[in-house]
């Protein structure tokens, strides 16, 4: 009987944790859902809902230039961050060296590196040595660094399965590393190329200290939305931040409908 008990506990005990879980980690994003229809942000009880907030961030230009220069960095961040970590984990699976261990853990190294510091740092290099004012530029050049090495896990993570004597065979029958890595090797690991994209767009979007350090005067969301603090906290600003977790959610929930219909498959799984 106690074995029964114990049985049927155990996963209302786990269930309910889990679910308690969850409330916490999206409690907050729900909240602002529902803040960024409200009349009253101070409190927003009972609700009254509107759209006046969405209408005034569509018609505010400091927000559209911001986009403009958030989606910007994003995107090249993104090509040059997916490039690189598909590179490196392609050297260090592909060509078995001795010194893959620390060429591993010096693409991996910028993860454990506080953005602020990379911020910092960069600005002070481009400024001293280099010569450089803080750009747009030097702005992609330093969120890179630091999404490097999200893709890089990613890319390892997915290419450790790949078979490289398919690589091999089609260098047998006479193609060249380039064409090799085109008719070959990419159409196998596009996936996990889009999943490094997608994490590293998403990271450089969303920074704050890296690219605050490096644009100078040049506005992003997170830089506008931090300095828009200061007044206190404006309906549109709600709104940025519903619009911003709508647009992510939305992109992974296209990502897993990709999956279930076998279009997008995370994973070598033979050919």
């Known amino acids: ?28 994003v729900i909240y602002l ?71 591993s853990i010096v693409l991996i190294s910028p993860m454990f590196v506080a953005e602020l510091l990379i911020g910092i740092s960069t600005l002070i290099f481009n400024r001293k040595v280099l010569g450089l004012p803080g750009n747009v530029g030097s702005a992609v050049i330093a969120n890179a660094v630091h999404g490097m090495s999200f893709g890089f896990l990613i890319m390892l993570a997915q290419l450790v399965r790949y078979d490289w004597r398919l690589d091999d065979a089609a260098m047998v029958f006479g193609a060249n590393p380039w064409r090799t890595f085109w008719h070959v090797t990419a159409p196998n ?29 040049v506005p992003t969301l997170p830089s506008l939305a931090w300095g828009s603090l200061r007044y206190g906290l404006e309906a549109e600003l709600f709104a ?20 279930r219909l076998g279009i997008v498959r995370f994973g070598y799984r033979g050919i």
């Not at 803040?35 to 009253?40: G, H, K, L, N, W």
């Not at 230009?61 to 590179?87: F, V």
């Not at 596009?190 to 005067?217: C, D, K, Q, R």
């Open 189 to 217: 690991i596009w996936p996990a190329m889009l999943g490094a994209f997608v994490i590293t767009f998403l990271l450089a979007f969303n920074n704050l200290e890296i690219s605050f350090y490096n644009l100078g005067a």
């Open 240 to 259: 940025l931040a519903a619009l911003v977790n709508g647009v992510v959610f939305l992109a992974f929930v296209v990502i897993y409908v990709l999956m």
């Open 1 to 28: 009987m106690a074995r029964r008990v114990d049985r049927w506990l155990t996963p209302v005990a786990l269930g309910t944790m889990l679910g308690l879980l969850y409330v916490f980690l999206f409690a907050p």
């Open 33 to 103: 859902v529902y803040t960024s229809f409200a009349r009253d942000t101070t409190w927003p009880f009972p609700w009254n809902p509107n759209v006046k907030a969405y209408l005034n961030l569509i018609n505010l230009r400091a927000y559209q230039e911001a986009l403009w220069n958030s989606l910007g960095i994003g995107l090249w961040t993104a090509l040059i961050s997916m490039a690189l970590s598909a590179m490196g984990s392609i050297a260090v699976l592909k060509y078995r060296h001795r010194w893959r261990g620390w060429f």
